[in-house]
């Protein structure tokens, strides 16, 4: 098969990571007689100092007549000065937006091989864990009406959380059909023990349910939710939420897996397009040193095959391909935390990383 895959580098260690999951999918296509045609663009900073923009309009045009995107990440001290609304990290709004990326797909996966970088009990993770916070990011509080004004008992400001069934319906749609790829599970994060727009959620929620027979489905309070995640987090498969909750929970799941460089990430559209990128920033402090761990970008092209080319076999490779590099003890230094580390594992680079896996696909 043939993909085109828009490939924006970005800043910082982006450029580094990017090019070790490139190398991977380049290693997939050769395996299983795919063609990925790359076509580099820039955003961020690296497009401000070439353009004079954050996100030039080619670039957008790239990425919308592509299959996917796959991002590093954008941003860096380089451009602190730069006016706000022109900073690198626009790009990332700037997609968002252009791309109507409506779902947030954030995997919590905690690898066995890494459980002593968790900071829960061990009992609480034996095995592994492995959970998707599915959230709803164009819409709810962030985007309501929102005012800062003044009256007779001085200042006020306030933001509304507004929902519409039909926003609600398909970040449901994208939570059920991800449980149909996984456990078969979700879990519907709401508060609609106060609030009338959770009231709207959890209802239509229950209505998307019916087209999912297979899929059980549950409720939960936010509140409720963030204390059973670091209580009991095997219960969960997929959390579907909202913008605001989605944005906090999906934060508070991420910690038990170790490392910001473990961590891929999904924003998707209608029609599976999606933008894959890994949650870390553009850590400036190790760009350029052969460092950064590549995972969390080799990990969120594994999310694009997945979920925008349905190639679960491939996907399935490069996970493993993950695992087993993780098994076999090696480790980049952010995974390497000297105390509790057990015996024999080797620090490598950015390079050795990416390479490790990609000859782990064969
Ligand atoms: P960061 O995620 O870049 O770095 C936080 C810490 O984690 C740093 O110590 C860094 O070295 C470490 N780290 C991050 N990714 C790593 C990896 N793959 N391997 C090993 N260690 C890793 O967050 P920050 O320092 O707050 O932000 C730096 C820049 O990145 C800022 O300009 C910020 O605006 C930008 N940023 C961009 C994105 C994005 O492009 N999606 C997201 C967050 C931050």
């Known amino acids: 098969m043939n993909f085109k895959i828009a490939i924006i580098k970005g800043d910082g260690i982006g450029p580094e990571v990017v090019t070790e ?27 401000i100092d070439a353009y004079g923009e954050c996100l030039p309009q080619s670039t957008i045009d790239t990425a919308k007549a592509a299959d996917a995107v796959l991002l590093g990440a954008v941003g860096g001290p380089k451009w602190d000065d730069v006016p706000g609304d022109q900073r690198p990290e626009r790009a990332l709004l700037g997609l968002r937006k252009e791309l109507a990326l409506f ?15 968790c900071p829960l009990k061990p009992e609480l993770v034996r095995g592994g864990l492995d959970l998707l916070v599915v959230r709803e990011l164009t819409g709810g509080i962030y985007f309501g009406e929102k005012k800062t004004g003044e009256d007779a008992d001085g200042k006020y400001a306030y933001d509304i959380e507004r929902y519409s069934e039909k926003e ?7 939570a059920f059909d991800m449980a149909m790829l996984r456990s078969k599970k979700v879990t519907s ?9 959770s009231r ?21 309070y936010v509140d409720n939710a963030a204390m059973q995640l670091v209580r009991d987090p095997r219960q969960f498969d997929v959390i579907c939420t909202s913008n605001l909750f ?21 924003s998707l559209t209608t029609g599976n397009f999606g933008m894959y990128e890994p949650v870390h ?15 969390a970008t080799i990990l969120s092209a594994a999310m694009m095959l997945r979920y925008t080319f349905s190639l679960k076999e491939e996907a399935d490779d490069i ?44």
Not at 168 to 174: F, L
Not at 189 to 197: E, G, P, Q, T, Y
Not at 281 to 294: L, R, Y
């Open 21 to 47: 999951a490139m190398k991977v999918l380049s290693r997939v296509a050769e395996k299983y007689g795919h063609t990925f045609d790359f076509q580099e663009v820039l955003a961020g900073g690296c497009a």
């Open 103 to 117: 779902a947030n797909l954030r995997p919590a996966i905690l690898y066995e091989e890494l459980s002593q970088a």
């Open 168 to 174: 609600i319906r398909r970040i449901a749609q994208v």
């Open 189 to 197: 994060v709401d508060k609609a023990n106060v609030l009338d727009s």
């Open 200 to 220: 709207l959620w959890r209802a239509v929620v229950n209505d998307v349910a019916k087209d999912y027979p297979e899929v059980e489905v549950n409720h939960f």
């Open 246 to 266: 989605g944005d906090i929970l999906s934060d508070e799941a991420s910690q038990v897996t170790g490392s910001i460089g473990m961590l891929p990430s999904a």
């Open 281 to 295: 920033g553009s850590a400036p402090d190790i760009a350029g040193q052969n460092k950064a761990n590549p995972m």
């Open 319 to 362: 996970e493993a391909a993950v695992r087993s590099v993780l098994a076999d003890g090696y480790r980049t230094p952010d995974l390497l935390s000297n105390e509790s580390d057990p015996e024999g594992l080797r620090q490598i680079g950015t390079v050795e990383c990416g390479n490790l896996i990609a000859d782990r696909i064969y």
